[in-house]
């Protein structure tokens, strides 16, 4: 298959003319800039522009059925996460099998839609709803799997170790129990998982579908089981939740003697692929520290504004060389563009600023995008991020014709998409080659919305 491109951005900058070839394997085998009009029309498919698509490298599906659902005040006297924690447990006593797949390939869906070719997903949904395991402990992220078949995406599924209810290892709350292994049951369910990521890679490319492990946080799991975790991962992506409330902060160092990114770079030796969720509360000595390991920051600026959970520290962290990726974690909404504009804009509220990580050669957009691309990929063990031999053909069009980006080159194509544009101005997506979406629409979107609306139909009547 081949791809033409009048304008793309490569690892060299952007070119003119590009034709990219892909290969069986879902693999860019070759890229040449400048090609004659005669070479042009080898494509099967012609684009305006065409960029990297990145990996939404943090996401739980299930959460994407009950946006707009908390947005009013709890019993509590002011709305916290906590509040909207409760709703997620209340959420997770009706949600079956059947739900959870409907509404992840739907999740999926819409990832694509908005850019993204990867899902790196945050799975910790595991039991049924009173805390049995299914007959089939890895039930659950079977389902993350089938709709990852149905969607197309990428994936790395993570399966989560949950064990605890707090740092000082409380049980699990009446709205965790769906969550909640010891490490032996969590590394035989962690196995189940492999085995139908290995059976979705048979139809795929190998590195086309992933696992990875997720200790869940320092709250949820316990020093001996994060030391298991870790060796279980070995090279592969390990992902964790941390630092990403004050409260949370409190109850780490009121157990473990200090802040979580300070206790965590002290205890492991925090390599690049680790993952760590949020870090939206780091004082400037961690963000220095976790900058210095090459892991990767994932950022979830959406839900964090959503959540109220705290600022990045991002100028700091990118002046260090630090590495980030961008995920929609509680997918309240799933849009790439507005994932990277919200970033940008805490930054800006913050420091009173403007282009606040724009650098001398590299717009705002330019660098924020570069950022997402290389982390994420890193994030998802995924060779991807880049138009580029041997990289997975994840890649996305945008519409010149736009009057956002009517007449943009450069840079200023993304700045048009990012902050004036939105999700509209995507035509094609590419996941490993496969042309998912086409003229905006997920070839298979009429069938995944109607399955999620069925769904959604039903549980809000329950709920
Ligand atoms: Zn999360």
């Given amino acids: 298959m081949k791809i033409y491109a009048e304008m793309a951005l490569t690892p060299t900058g952007w070119q003119n003319s590009l034709l990219v070839q892909v290969g069986d394997d879902g693999k860019i085998a070759q890229v040449e800039s400048d090609v004659s009009p005669e070479r042009a029309g080898e494509a099967s498919r012609r684009v305006e522009i065409l960029l990297p698509a990145p990996v939404n490298l943090h996401s739980h599906a299930f959460q994407r059925a009950m946006a707009g659902m908390s947005e009013k005040r709890g019993p509590e006297p002011l709305d916290t996460f906590w509040t909207w924690r409760q709703i997620m447990y209340r959420f997770l006593d ?7 797949e ?42 993350v799997v089938a709709a990852a078949e149905q969607s197309g995406i990428g994936l790395t599924l993570l399966p989560v170790l949950y064990q605890y209810g707090g740092c000082d290892q409380r049980p699990l709350g009446a709205g965790q129990i769906r969550f909640g292994n010891d490490y032996e049951r969590f590394a035989r369910l962690h196995e189940g998982a492999s085995k139908a990521v290995a059976r979705l890679g048979a139809s795929r490319s190998e590195g086309d579908s992933l696992m990875g492990v997720a200790p869940h946080s320092l709250r949820a ?9 870790v060796s279980l991962a070995g090279a592969r992506p390990l992902h964790m939740h941390l630092a990403e409330q004050v409260k949370e902060v409190e109850e780490v160092e009121a157990a473990y003697g200090k802040r979580p990114v300070d206790w965590l770079l002290d205890h492991h030796d925090v390599k690049p692929n680790w993952c760590l969720i949020h870090c939206t509360q780091m004082t400037d000595r961690e963000t220095d520290a976790l900058a210095a390991t090459g ?30 990726g961008l995920g929609s974690d509680s997918n309240i909404r799933i849009s790439l563009s507005e994932e990277l504009r919200t970033l940008e804009y805490s ?33 998802a063990g995924r060779m991807a991020g880049a138009i580029a031999c041997g990289h997975y053909a994840d890649l996305l069009a945008l519409d010149a014709s736009s009057p956002m980006l009517d007449g943009c080159k450069g840079d200023d194509i993304l700045d048009g998409w990012i902050f004036a544009g939105d999700d509209r101005l995507i035509t094609d997506v ?14 298979r979107g009429e069938e995944i919305r109607r399955r999620y609306r069925e769904v959604m139909r039903r549980l809000r009547q329950e709920f």
């Fill in 295 to 324: 892991a990767v920051a994932g950022l979830c600026p959406i839900t964090e504004s959503s959540l109220g959970d705290g600022i990045f520290n991002g100028v700091r962290y990118l002046e260090k060389g630090g590495k980030l």
């Fill in 430 to 443: 590419w996941s490993a080659g496969r042309h998912l979406v086409i003229d905006g629409k997920h070839s």
């Fill in 94 to 100: 009706i949600l079956s099998p059947d739900d959870i």
């Fill in 221 to 229: 799991v316990s020093p001996e089981a994060l030391s298991a975790c």
């Fill in 102 to 143: 409907a509404i992840t390939a739907f999740v999926q869906m819409e990832m694509l839609e908005a850019g993204y070719a990867c899902n790196a997903e945050f799975h910790y949904v595991h039991h049924q709803p009173d805390g049995t395991p299914y007959d089939n402990l890895a039930e659950l992220s079977e389902r």
């Fill in 347 to 379: 930054q800006r509220l913050r420091d009173r600023c403007r282009a606040s990580v724009a650098t001398a050669d590299r717009s705002t957009g330019r660098v924020l995008y570069d950022a997402a691309l290389t982390g994420g990929a890193q994030a």
